[in-house]
């Protein structure tokens, strides 16, 4: 079964800072990889996603995420973070025809 | 309008008891999960139904039993409620023809055991 890891389980940047959040999977062939942000006492929304074509994928509030096959990796980033991203943010990878969940990471920012 | 609602938000209850949560989803998906989500935020599957046919059941104990009527709905009864079962539990849905492509959830129910 795929697992998902996200190394950072907590982050604290000060406002303006740029961000990386860490993603990994297990193991490879054709993956679908998501990251979700869970707002305080809110759902899960999406993010960005990546099927296929162009590695480089943007998703919503300037966020961007890499995939790169070789290492397993899809890691999010933003060049200047804001405190309204103060969040939890969890990476997915489609399996079995739902999605797995990394154990997330907590994004403190501090204006 | 609400695309996949989950009722009640927040449950307050005694070990032992049963409960039901509820979960509507019009987004014309035909796929449909439940999630767990424990204290410290991770997140694990529990149940997906497609077109309300049973295709995920992970090991979960058998108090908690789902229920499909139709593609619109999945519901989740617990029977015998442990204190472990305190959790947020978040419906989702999804097209399967995206092959577990994208998620939509609901808010969140809050399961209190005491």
């Known amino acids: 079964a795929q697992s998902v890891s996200q190394h950072n389980h907590h982050v604290i940047l000060s406002e303006a800072a740029s961000l990386e959040l860490g993603c990994n999977y297990s193991y490879g062939g054709t993956v679908n990889l998501f990251w979700y942000v869970q707002y305080p006492g809110q759902h899960l929304q999406l993010l960005l996603k990546?099927?296929?074509?162009?590695?480089l994928v943007k998703g919503i509030k300037g966020f961007e995420a890499e995939f790169i096959k070789s290492k397993f990796s899809f890691n999010l980033r933003k060049p200047s973070v804001q405190w309204s991203d103060t969040a939890e943010y969890f990476c997915?990878?489609?399996?079995?025809?739902?999605?797995?969940f990394g154990s997330g990471t907590r994004l403190q920012v501090q204006p | 309008d609400t695309a996949v609602s989950q009722t009640p938000k927040y449950l307050v209850t005694q070990m032992g008891n049963d409960k039901s949560i509820k979960c509507e989803q019009n987004?014309?998906?035909?796929?449909m999960y439940w999630y767990k989500q424990d204290s410290k935020k991770f997140l694990k599957i529990m149940f997906s139904y497609n077109n309300k046919e049973l295709i995920i059941n992970e090991t979960v104990p058998n108090r908690f039993s789902p229920k499909s009527p139709d593609k619109a709905h999945l519901n989740l009864h617990i029977n015998s409620l442990e204190l472990g079962d305190s959790a947020v539990y978040f419906c989702?849905?999804?097209?399967?023809?995206?092959?577990?492509?994208?998620?939509?959830f609901g808010e969140g129910s809050r399961l209190t055991v005491l």
């Open positions: 990546y099927f296929s074509g162009d590695p």
């Open positions: 989702a849905s999804s097209q399967a023809s995206q092959g577990a492509g994208e998620l939509f």
């Open positions: 997915a990878v489609n399996e079995r025809r739902a999605l797995t």
């Open positions: 987004l014309g998906h035909d796929t």
